[in-house]
């Protein structure tokens, strides 16, 4: 009698794919490193991490495989093509996904482009001589460079489940963001805004009917010093862990 007891496959490793030029310049860049680490040190998410420029990004299944997309600042891209790309793949394909700052102003680009038909949606940064009726990022009225905020969270939503709160104070290091007189489009093709700052100016987005979908005006990755990752980005990992895990159980099924 073969008494061995079969040892279960050990948990796959999820691979992200960190979308953006990336820089030593780029505070957010720096800080990518001591977030993985803690998250694998502290919440035992261990995720295997990929850089792929913008201009990489642009190639036909450049982020297809992953278990996580998160499109970082650095804004203007190398190839906004690229960028929204990245973001589109993860859309359709279910991929869990984070844009922050010029991930979060990109993530609604391609969503007005690609689901709601504005296809001169434009972004100033990118474009400064779009036509202004076109422009769905435009220059803030007051710069965020180095500013902190609260921001007031949607009850029910994705974001408020990985806060654990409907009020949080969050970090900005931008000079664009959303045209509010642009959104409501957005919203009636189901996108759902579900962060505003105490003025009401959008600072986070979500796709209900994504598995993971979440952008963000503000920059969680620069909570703190880096050593206790923002809940944000804890919930990005757990979501790549969980869409591993998926991928894994559809190849055992299958064979």
């Not at 990336?22 to 993985?36: F, G, K």
């Not at 001169?120 to 474009?127: G, L, P, T």
């Amino acid at each position: 009698m073969n008494t061995n007891t079969p040892h279960p496959t050990p948990a796959p490793i999820p691979r992200i794919a960190l979308v953006g030029d990336r820089s030593p310049h780029v505070r957010s860049h720096v800080r990518i490193p001591v977030l993985l680490d803690a998250l694998a040190e502290r919440d035992g998410l261990a995720l295997d991490a990929y850089w792929i420029p913008t201009g990489d990004a642009e190639a036909p299944g450049a982020v297809e495989g992953f278990d996580a997309v998160w499109v970082l600042p650095g804004s203007p891209y190398a190839s906004e093509a690229g960028a929204l790309a990245a973001i589109r793949t993860a859309r359709e394909d279910g991929i869990p996904f984070l844009g922050t700052c010029g991930g979060f102003q990109h993530a609604l680009l391609e969503y007005a482009r690609n689901v709601c038909g504005l296809s001169r949606a434009a972004h100033a940064e990118n474009d400064p001589a779009a036509d202004s009726g076109d422009l769905l990022i435009a220059p803030l009225a007051c710069s965020l460079v180095g500013h902190e905020g609260v921001v007031r969270v949607a009850s029910g939503s994705l974001a408020e489940r990985a806060l654990g709160a409907e009020r949080t104070t969050e970090r900005y290091h931008c000079n664009y963001g959303p045209d509010s007189r642009r959104l409501d489009v957005l919203s009636a093709h189901g996108l759902r805004f579900t962060g505003a700052d105490e003025e009401g100016g959008i600072r986070i987005a979500e796709l209900p009917a994504h598995p993971f979908f979440l952008a963000t005006l503000f920059q969680p990755e620069l909570a703190g010093d880096g050593t206790r990752p923002h809940p944000l980005i804890r919930a990005l990992a757990t979501a790549a862990s969980r869409h591993a895990a998926d991928a894994a159980d559809a190849a055992d099924a299958a064979l």
